[in-house]
């Protein structure tokens, strides 16, 4: 099936609004997530809504919450989302930064007691208009060993950073900190193909080529696979991202960040509330001039196209690919696969939500 | 030879004095260098010493910059470093921003026309005592490919975290954005070994196992090393730090981020001015109170030292290696290995500097 991202913005909206939400969280929700779709991260965009319906269905994400903004220095806030789901909470916490970014050139919120927050990039991307660099990280459920561990310890703990250039020419990187991803192993799982060594472990901590291992107690790694390829880093990655995240504005960090599926009950005794994110940014103005800058980063980025590859190979800028997909799916649509499509259909008779 | 770190801090602070710096900038240099041999960081202590000398006497390294510091917002700040020594611009940049930080929680600083700032553990650490969280990062000679490419493009840039914690445990994130960094292949040519596979490429992007292969126009690959594994993560990472380090404040990024070594020139057409480093602080009370924060990063890190191990091994936190290190050589003194004294006591008969 082939939507229009129109079409799919306003399914969502609709959606939300129908599970309770207000029209602006709905419409904030509709943004991050067919923004996902756009820009072909589709394991981060609609194919999760049923996910987050089932956690509000089961208490777990708050349709109309109360968030509140601690300010509690003059470029810092700590966010209570008051059990929001991430996409709103993080939008919010951002636009608050953005808001304290005119004033003062930086802004930084941490955000505690909130849910899955959806792609890094939109967060992190939403000051572009004022030429503000965007950051934006997030905790998230424990699949991932540390370097040398054997225990599900930390999430796939993103890290965003995204830098306004000119015409549209932008730079977004953003990446998990685990070396693949669990939507790698689900399209390995689908397509009854072995995984690489150096993706994920068993439970005692042995390399496996199993795309179903994590279905049997194992893990992902960390960036970097193992000692010799400089595991300890992507560890340290995460594990900063788990840190800023989650115990600097005290959401539970570590093994106890919560399940993003609703048939998973948190782990007791948690250190802390909900999820954790930490999102701020940057006036670019106040490094240099912005024009200056943007010369500068157009030739950068023309400099590293220009660079020889690899045979059959081409260099490309962070965010490049998504950039493209994007442009080709304003254009022609967004493709659903099936198994998604069906998932929608069924949101759209048990809510009686028009989906065309 | 083992040498006290207070005497390698007073014959390196001598040395720089000697050469016509400042007594506060030489110092400002001793601790830095004498910190990296003390936390085992080898490769960016003393054993650079007559390499910044050099670079004192090509003329690159200006003994007495003029460095100007442009506040263009509240909290940000672009450093022209007049030819500094990076360890004594980036020092001071940082001063900067804790003094800044004081008023708005945090600040963030930008710093071009600057040279080798060493190990970025030290000045992200600079903030401690006021419980400020540190980061800097730099960019430096090219050295490393972009995912898909076989040019050497970009340094082995590296990302320091440092975050406080009670009793003198903190979190210290200091990595290469490369799977290894150059050291790690000289150890390698000394043992007469061959590097693994994902480490380093020929000239014509062919993995490499031959230690000497960067002296055969070879390059280091990025974090991940092969497509893979996610070296588009480590690409990314590298190409954030050579961006905020470079393209920010008007350094020369990329391929033009001058050489360390004096005998190579710095390209020709460069599109800034000298090396580039990026520092900056947040305010730890920011986020939430300081003794709720130092309790949970204490109880994450207790949680984590407990996790399952692999066999044999044991999970530890990033800088924890360093800290039990710099434990042991502040009792029992630095070791230097002979290439290195050899250098130290050439540099102590030419110019007149007792080393005891």
Redesign the interface.
């Known amino acids: 099936m082939i939507i229009t991202h129109q079409e799919l913005h306003r399914f969502i909206s609709d959606v939300f609004e129908k599970k309770g939400m207000s029209h602006e969280h709905a419409v904030i929700c509709a943004d991050v997530l067919s923004f996902a779709d756009l820009r072909g991260i589709d394991s981060h965009g609609v194919a999760r809504l049923s996910g987050y319906l089932r956690l509000i269905d089961s208490g777990r994400i708050n349709v109309n919450p109360n968030i509140k903004f601690e300010r509690?220095?003059?470029?810092?806030?700590?966010v209570n989302a008051d059990g929001a789901i991430g996409l709103v909470s993080a939008h919010l916490a951002m636009q608050e930064c953005i808001n304290i970014t005119h004033?003062?050139?930086?802004?930084?919120a941490?955000i505690y007691n909130s849910n899955h927050f959806g792609v890094a990039a939109h967060h992190a991307i939403q000051g572009f208009s004022h030429n503000f660099i965007g950051f934006a990280m997030t905790n998230a459920s424990p699949l991932v060993v540390?370097?040398?561990?054997?225990?599900r310890?930390l999430g796939t703990n993103p890290i965003c950073?995204a830098?306004p250039g000119k015409n549209g020419k932008s730079?977004i990187?953003d990446?998990?900190?685990s070396?693949?991803a669990n939507g790698k192993l689900e399209i390995a799982q689908r397509q009854k193909k072995e995984i690489?060594n150096?993706?994920a472990v068993d439970a005692l901590?042995n390399s496996s080529t199993d795309p179903h291992v994590l279905g049997q107690k194992g893990a992902l790694l960390p960036?970097?696979?193992d000692a010799?390829?400089?595991f300890?880093?992507?560890?340290?990655?995460s594990?900063?991202v788990?840190?800023f995240s989650a115990?600097?504005?005290?959401a539970s960090?570590?093994?106890w960040a919560p399940p993003f599926v609703s048939f998973l009950q948190p782990k007791a005794e948690a250190?802390?509330k909900g999820l954790g994110h930490f999102v701020g940014c940057?006036?670019?103005?106040?490094?240099?001039d912005v024009s200056?800058?943007h010369d500068?980063?157009d030739?950068?980025m023309t400099?590293?196209k220009a660079?020889?590859?690899?045979?059959n190979?081409?260099?490309?800028?962070?965010g490049e690919p998504e950039a493209r997909i994007q442009a080709s799916r304003i254009e022609n649509g967004i493709p659903i696969v099936e198994e998604v499509w069906r998932d929608l259909m069924n949101i759209s008779v048990e809510l009686n939500v028009t989906l065309k």
């Not at 300890?232 to 990655?237: A, D, P, S």
């Not at 940057?282 to 240099?288: A, I, S, V």
């Open positions: 509690r220095k003059k470029t810092q806030i700590r004033d003062y050139g930086t802004a930084w941490g540390p370097a040398n561990g054997v225990e310890m950073v830098i730079f990187l990446m998990a900190t070396t693949a690489p150096g993706w901590g960036l970097g696979s010799e390829h400089g300890h880093k992507g560890y340290g990655l594990a900063w788990d840190i115990v600097l504005p005290g960090w570590g093994p250190p802390g940057w006036d670019m103005e106040g490094f240099n200056e800058i500068q980063l030739d950068w400099r590293f660079s020889s590859p690899l045979e190979h081409e260099v490309l800028i962070p």
